[in-house]
C-alpha cells in the first residue's frame, strides 16, 4: 500500500509540475486581438527579401506584407530605418509620439536608434519596402511586443 501512495503521489507531483509550467508558458505567450505573437510580430506578417546585408551597398531592402490587424515589435535600427508604402494602409509610432496613418506612397525616414513600430490598420492590410542604411552599424534590436491598447489609440 505505501507503494502504491508513493506511486500515486510521485505522479500528481509530475503532473501538477507539468501543469503549472504549461500554465506559466501560456501567461508568458502574447495575445493580441488580432492574432497571437510570432516572433517579432503580432499578426500574419510575411518578409521578402531584396538584398543581404552583407552587400557593397551596405543596406538591406525587403519587401514586408501585414495582414489587417498584424505588426511589429517596438524596435530600433542602429542604422536607422526607411519605410516606403506601397499598398494599404497602416500604421507608425515611434516612442513617445502620435501614432501616424500612413498610406500607399507615403515614405517613412527613421533615425538611428528611435524606437518605434509599424504595421497594418485595423481594417486593412499594407505592404512597405524596408530599407536598412548603414547595416554595418549593428542589427535591429527588438524590444516588448506592442499592446492592443496602444495599437488601437487614436
Known sequence: ?????????GILILVTGVCINA???????????????????????SVKMYTDAK????????????EAGARSKWHKHPGGQMLMVTEGKGYYQERGKIKKV???GDFISCLPNVEHWHGA?????MTHVAIGPNVDQGAVTWLEHVTDAIYLQK
Do not use: H, P
Not at 552587400?55 to 501585414?66: D, I, P, Q, Y
Not at 490598420?121 to 492590410?125: V, Y
Open 23 to 45: 500554465d506559466a508558458q501560456q501567461q508568458n505567450e502574447v495575445v493580441s486581438k488580432y492574432g497571437k505573437a510570432n516572433g517579432n510580430f503580432i499578426g500574419a506578417v
Open 121 to 125: 490598420a485595423e481594417d486593412s492590410g
Open 55 to 66: 552587400t557593397a551597398l551596405n543596406c538591406s531592402v525587403g519587401s514586408v506584407s501585414f
Open 102 to 104: 500612413i498610406l500607399k
Open 1 to 9: 500500500m505505501g507503494k502504491l501512495v508513493n506511486s500515486a503521489l
